[in-house]
């Protein structure tokens, strides 16, 4: 079974399995020779891009964690045939059933994917992903003879058939195409405090915020030899899937001295483990370069400097929604283990009431509780209101 990656900001929204026996493999690119960019918008951000589907321009996320996807609602307006279903697990793996689909004619800028195959999924019906205002996913499996360079800070993205279109500043190194869906893997190396050393294949994936979210399996490989050096676990809930909140349990925070992707070496990496066997690199490291990604030849570049020092806080709790409501999904720093519980209602942070919020506002908190001090005020099990002041050293 292989693994969808959707991610929005603190939650998990989904992550959709699916047996590679599937005609994700179908589809092709009308035309001999294609190199097209086009600009895209950043919301909340994911990468959101322009496709032209019978000469009408939808909204989809641009995600190479996914394979590609459309709404309920398109696929009524498109008249879209069922060919199938397919049972899928989301990150939790909680199970349900989505129609497979094909879209005749699905255009990016100037390049036209006829036979594209895609599942189809509640989009308007989930909680947060209706915040998007999108109709579907462009994923991997579109791309498998294709080339994309994705600029996220010219907010610009590259498709082509030829890698001498893009003239690579840097060398490639392998990237592995795993599963029907064609997802990107690449090789990344660890190395601890003292100098051990350590690799693993890590998923590319543009549907989730995080620079790098090691998995628990890594984890425990890599824990015992001192390749990452565990800072505090904690019990709770941090994942929402397509469908429904993850199971409660231990997750650890962790710290990696050097990183290293192609040339570039990033130091001080911060990172939480996830229950998916997969680790995986997310947006947080386009910001440091673009990001070729050669589908076509199975290839990987990354053009940025060659030493990066990362200086962001670790976190000292962790945000989900529970029953609609903003809560605590992990603590972490052991001074506030004894203030915060896994579950007490958070409804104010700083002056701003958090209590009453709907769900798309709730996506626009995601700035506050790393990036400096602050108070909030939560709803103990109890019932009483209390303020706890969240201190940043400087």
Request: with cysteine; charged share 25%.
């Amino acid at each position: 079974m292989k693994r969808l990656e959707i991610t929005l900001t603190f939650i998990l929204i989904a992550q959709l399995s699916f047996s590679q026996n599937s005609s994700f493999r179908k589809g092709m690119v009308s035309g001999k020779s294609y190199c097209e960019q086009l600009d895209f918008e950043l919301v909340n951000n994911k990468i959101i891009v322009p496709v032209k589907i019978n000469g009408k321009t939808y909204r989809f996320l641009f995600d190479t964690g996914a394979p590609t996807l459309i709404s309920q609602e398109l696929a009524v307006e498109l008249n879209s045939p069922t060919i199938g279903e397919k049972t899928v697990a989301d990150a939790n793996n909680l199970e349900d059933t989505l129609a497979t689909t094909t879209i005749k004619n699905l255009k990016i800028g100037a390049v036209v994917f006829e036979n594209c195959q895609a599942l189809v999924f509640g989009i308007n019906q989930h909680r947060f992903l209706q915040c998007l205002k999108i109709d579907g996913f462009i994923g991997s499996n579109l791309f498998k003879k294709s080339i994309v360079k994705i600029d996220l800070n010219g907010r610009k993205i590259t498709l082509t058939n030829r890698t001498t279109q893009l003239r690579p500043a840097s060398k490639p190194t392998k990237m592995q195409l795993v599963g029907s869906q064609r997802m990107p893997f690449i090789t990344l190396k660890l190395e601890g405090r003292s100098g051990e050393m350590g690799k693993e294949q890590v998923l590319i994936d543009t549907g989730m915020d995080n620079l790098y979210d090691i998995s628990q399996r890594a984890y425990r490989t890599f824990s015992p030899i001192n390749i990452v050096d565990s800072i505090s676990t904690s019990y709770g809930s941090g994942a929402i899937g397509a469908f429904g909140n993850a199971p409660s349990q231990a997750q650890t925070q962790v710290k990696i001295t050097k990183l290293t992707i192609n040339h570039a070496i990033f130091g001080n990496v911060n990172s939480i483990t996830i229950t998916d066997d997969n680790s995986r690199i997310g947006l947080a490291f386009f910001k440091y370069g673009d990001v070729i990604l050669d589908f076509k030849n199975s290839r990987f570049y990354f053009e940025s400097t060659e030493k990066v020092l990362l200086t962001e806080r670790m976190e000292k709790y962790s945000p989900t929604v529970l029953n609609g409501k903003y809560a605590v999904g992990f603590v972490w720093d052991e001074a506030l283990k004894n203030e915060l519980q896994f579950g007490n209602e958070i409804t104010r942070i700083d002056g701003k009431i958090v209590e009453g919020m709907d769900a798309c506002e709730l996506l626009n908190l995601q700035t506050t509780r790393k990036r400096k001090s602050h108070e909030i005020e939560i709803i103990t099990k109890e019932g009483i209101r209390k303020q706890i002041k969240i201190e940043q050293k400087k």
